[in-house]
Structures are given as C-alpha cells and as structure tokens.
T-cell receptor, first 112, second 111 residues
C-alpha cells in the first residue's frame, strides 16, 4: 500500500498550458511538502503545509498554487507553464515536529 | 538562510571499498542532519540521520559523523555493494523546519 502517492507520474505539455499534480498520503502525517528536482538533481523546497495551513512558501512564482483540501492531500497547480518549469516534482510528508520526510515517487513534468 | 555544500558530485568505488561523502552547512543554528538515498526513478529515502547533540551514529555499514565546530558532517559507507549505487543527499535543518538539501553525490559501485 503506497504511503505517498502522486499522480500523474509523467506529464508532457505545451508552454502556456495549466496543469495540476495531485498528492495523497496515508501515513496520518500532519505536514506535507512539495519539492522540485531539476535536471542537475538539485532538490529544493517549494511549499510546506501543516494541517492544511501554509507554513513555508519559498520564492516560487505565483503561477504555482498549492492547495490542501485536508491534511492527507496536497495538490499543486501550475498556470502558464514555462520551459523552465520542466523538472521532477516530489511530494513528501512528515509527522509534526519530526525529521524524516517520506517522499512520493515523483511527477516528471516536461514543458515543450 | 541555510546553505549546504556537498562533495564529491560523483564517486566511483570498487565493490568492498569504503565511500565517504562530505557536507558543510552555513547556519550554526541547524541541529538536524539527515542523509537520503535516491535510486533511479524513485523518491529520496532516509538512510540515517544525526542530531547536533551527537558526534557519531552508526547503522550497520553506514555511519555519519558531525563536527559542529567546523560545521561539517560526513557519510561513511563500508564494504560497498552494487546495490549501494544511487544518488546520496545530505541535508540540514533547524528544529525540523525547512530541510535544505545538498547538491547530491552520485555513487557508483562497480562489481
């Protein structure tokens, strides 16, 4: 039973389109995250939610909008996609005030 | 904010050799230092972590050392096996807030 699941796994789209990536965790964790991994494998935090409340918002363009309908779900919507948005996006979760992050398998976004 | 540097970017060893990956961090208030392993096509997975009140931690073939004064920490893998081949990331955070990752080390273990 997958702990942190993301859909879709692969996403190929044209510049200017809008797309969403969904994430669900069944670990009962309070905190969820979105990380971006670029082609050089750099992993950078984008957002963090704790019990549906945004607690970390890095310097991410406002074309990226996370939404957490409940503490088990954290979705990422991206408007007006640009070439530089091509990357692997990882969802992760962790218990409150605990270190270990549990990552999903990633969603590879390719913008043409 | 925190900045984590990681070296080397690639590391090739023969099976059975030891591998060492080093990281330095900038924020003296950081107190949690995990290491993650990322296999091809997968998300990173925690393999070991250390807190700032401990200088060394070991788990079977892997160990992590921390030098708070110098602000650096290292991952040591002994008796490497081909299945250890992966990308390894160090990270640092202050009280579990915002984990900042290093740039990654691609480890290749040749049989």
């Amino acid at each position: 039973d997958t702990a942190v699941s993301q859909t879709p796994k692969y996403l190929v789209t044209q510049m200017g389109n809008d797309k969403s990536i969904k994430c669900e965790q069944n670990l009962g964790h309070d905190t969820m995250y979105w990380y971006k991994q670029d082609s050089k494998k750099f992993l950078k935090i984008m957002f963090s939610y704790n019990n549906k409340e945004l607690i970390i918002n890095e310097t991410v363009p406002n074309r990226f909008s996370p939404k957490s309908p409940d503490k088990a779900h954290l979705n990422l919507h991206i408007n007006s996609l640009e070439l530089g948005d091509s990357a692997v996006y990882f969802c992760a979760s962790s218990p409150l005030r605990a270190g270990e992050l549990f990552f999903g398998e990633g969603s590879r976004l390719t913008v043409l | 904010g925190e900045n984590v540097e990681q070296h080397p970017s690639t590391l090739s060893v023969q099976e059975g050799d030891s591998a060492v990956i080093k990281c330095t961090y900038s924020d003296s208030a950081s107190n949690y230092f995990p290491w993650y392993k990322q296999e091809l096509g997968k998300g990173p997975q925690l393999i070991i972590d250390i807190r700032s009140n401990v200088g060394e931690k070991k788990d079977q073939r892997i160990a992590v050392t921390l030098n708070k004064t110098a602000k650096h920490f290292s991952l040591h893998i002994t008796e490497t096996q081909p299945e250890d081949s992966a990308v390894y990331f160090c990270a640092a955070s202050r009280s579990f807030q915002k984990l900042v990752f290093g740039t990654g080390t691609r480890l290749l273990v040749s049989p």
